[in-house]
């Protein structure tokens, strides 16, 4: 698979949580290359079944990946610009001077505006702007802008994949299409070889906003086993090397209260076998992805976390090595050719951690 022209789209659509109709349908198509049924549920998920070859009831694994996106909502209008509020967690710090786009009854071109700094105290230029101070001006009226602006309406970033070197792409909303271009990369694997289990391949909705989507997903798919992907933090200057990895390293595999231990020996097992460079991704605390929704699903479901390493997180700069996603999408194929129907007995709360070592 070419990622990049794939990321691009994926990357360049808006997708705002809970307005992520224009990304889901690049999903559905993408994911129905290789699935043998692809819909979307009632709060707007795209789910792809991908049917395996072991007689029914056959086992089951979900995959899990947000499709949704940080953004802007229109809040206010106020002698021509437009006041917001922020759906999701954006770095306010970095909105001013942004190329937005403002979704009204048309498709507007905005600049994030503020006072300028000769008007602004001594106190106040010191200290970055609040994005309650900030205003988006897309060159209307006063008298005309509310026609084609509402209070309500979403905004995006108006930014366009960008490829570095080095394999690395920056764009907007790479938080999580990323992980949605490596479970497109799973299917696609999955279509080569043979595998005895029914993946579930979800891009969820509304994860910025309360991990919606796979509450509802992983309830009415009620799978033996998930994995959520998404994405983590890379190491850049400042970063503190404990808590970060390096782009083009490969996947991280969470260790936690969050993921069930056994599931992920197997993980790290399926990558030595693959000689795939992956980390260890330690998380004492319950962290904000899907994998916190489905682990507790029902009576539970068997969850592990696999994330990819990303710079600039909630910014509309994000950065990633293309090379990452598609290890994560190949890693994830080779685990799921891997299961077999004995594999849910293997997963049983005795650790081993009790024996005696003598």
């Not at 786009?101 to 300028?116: C, K």
């Not at 600039?312 to 891997?338: C, Q």
Request: with cysteine.
């Amino acid at each position: 698979m070419d990622i990049v022209p794939l990321l691009k789209s994926l990357s360049e659509a808006p997708g705002v949580s809970g307005y992520e109709h224009q990304v889901r349908e690049i999903v559905l198509a993408e994911f129905g290359r290789h699935a043998d049924e692809t819909w979307s549920d009632p709060l707007g998920s795209v789910i792809a079944l991908k049917r395996g070859t072991a007689a029914e009831p056959r086992p089951a694994i979900m995959l899990a990946t947000h499709m949704d996106e940080i953004g802007l909502i229109v809040s206010e209008i106020e002698k021509g610009f437009l006041h917001f509020e922020m759906v999701g967690g954006y770095d306010g710090r970095v909105l001013i001077g942004q190329e937005v786009v403002v979704h009204g009854r048309a498709d507007l071109t905005g600049i994030v505006g503020s006072r300028p700094p000769h008007v602004l105290s001594a106190s106040e230029r010191d200290k970055p702007i609040p994005y309650d101070k900030l205003l988006i001006d897309v060159g209307l009226d006063p008298d005309e802008l509310p026609n084609l602006v509402r209070v309500g309406d979403l905004v995006t970033m108006k930014s366009s994949l960008t490829e570095l070197k080095g394999g690395l792409a920056a764009g907007k909303a790479l938080d999580n299409r990323v992980s949605v271009a490596a479970a497109a990369v799973c299917l696609e694997e999955l279509a080569r070889v043979r595998h005895l289990w029914d993946v579930y391949a979800v891009a969820t909705a509304q994860e910025e906003t309360g991990l919606k989507g796979a509450i509802t997903s992983a309830f009415g798919l009620w799978p033996d086993v998930a994995i959520a992907i998404d994405v983590t933090w890379a190491t850049q200057p400042g970063t503190q090397d404990e808590y970060t990895f390096d782009l083009g390293s490969g996947p991280t595999i969470g260790h936690g209260p969050n993921f069930h231990p056994k599931l992920n020996k197997s993980l790290e097992d399926t990558a030595q076998s693959l000689e795939m460079s992956y980390h260890l991704e330690p998380a004492a605390r319950v962290g904000g992805t899907d994998a916190v929704a489905l682990q507790t699903t029902r009576e539970g479901i068997p969850t592990a976390l696999l994330s990819i390493p990303l710079r600039n997180m909630h910014t509309p700069v994000e950065t990633v090595s293309v090379k990452d996603i598609e290890r994560t999408g190949r890693l994830l194929a080779a685990f799921i050719a891997g299961l077999d129907e004995s594999f849910l007995d293997s997963l049983v709360w005795d650790l081993g951690l009790d024996a005696d070592d003598d």
